[in-house]
T-cell receptor
Framework: SAVISQKPSRDICQRGTSLTIQCQVD?????MFWYRQQPGQSLTLIAT?????????ESGFVIDKFPISRPNLTFSTLTVSNMSPEDSSIYLC????????????FGSGTRLTVV | GQNIDQPTEMTATEGAIVQINCTYQ??????LFWYQQHAGEAPTFLSYNVLDGLEEKGRFSSFLSRSKGYSYLLLKELQMKDSASYLCASRRDTPLVFGKGTRLSVIA
């Protein structure tokens, strides 16, 4: 399965600032997914990042707040903009197995705390 | 949406067997996954079912009934290290939608 390098692993940020999270995959993948996991909760999909087109956002998430880049088939970034304490969460990128049988592989996650 | 229901918490004894149930919306179903997530770590893949029946992988087995929209994860010979959250995830079209997870505590 693919190996994903995600960084930063954690950060503490001031409210009103922005943080960009990076994910690098060791193989070319068609789609990358960005999830959020709030404390004690399950994973909520933010958006699907497609190479060469705009990301597809889920209900409740907008591009102005969570801009995404996907410059090539191995890399994506998610920016959390104008942060507030409610954005404190773990953010995870993931990719689907190319065979489709092994679900998603996840990056190690970014633990964000907004103060 | 894809309503996925699973118990919030379960407790079981070391060496015992535990079954974690999951129900999901059946329309357009195209696969059911189970993931394990230890505290502070990313989820890791455990199993995948797309056809009815039982899939066995060592101490872990997963069952699917498509007509009932039902799956379970069976953990045998429980070990303390099995204490984790277990996430059920359903796929109709990508991407995966996850349930809220079941937090399993294994006690001595």
């Amino acid at each position: 399965s693919a190996v994903i390098s995600q960084k930063p692993s954690r950060d503490i940020c001031q409210r009103g600032t922005s943080l960009t999270i990076q994910c690098q995959v060791d193989s070319q993948v068609t789609m990358m997914f960005w999830y959020r996991q709030q404390p004690g909760q399950s994973l909520t999909l933010i958006a699907t990042a497609n190479q060469g087109s705009e990301a597809t956002y889920e209900s409740g998430f907008v591009i102005d707040k969570f801009p995404i880049s996907r410059p090539n088939l191995t890399f994506s970034t998610l920016t959390v903009s104008n942060m507030s304490p409610e954005d404190s969460s773990i953010y995870l990128c993931s990719v689907e197995s190319e065979t489709g049988n092994y679900g998603y592989t996840f990056g190690s996650g970014t633990r964000l705390t907004v103060v | 949406g894809q309503n996925i229901d699973q118990p919030t918490e379960m407790t079981a004894t070391e060496g015992a067997i535990v079954q974690i149930n999951c129900t999901y919306q059946t329309s357009g179903f195209n696969g059911l996954f189970w993931y394990q997530q230890h505290a502070g770590e990313a989820p890791t893949f455990l199993s995948y079912n797309v056809l009815d029946g039982l899939e066995e992988k060592g101490r872990f087995s997963s069952f699917l009934s498509r007509s009932k929209g039902y799956s379970y994860l069976l953990l045998k010979e429980l070990q303390m290290k099995d204490s984790a959250s277990y996430l059920c995830a359903s796929r109709r079209d990508t991407p995966l939608v996850f349930g809220k997870g079941t937090r399993l505590s294994v006690i001595a």
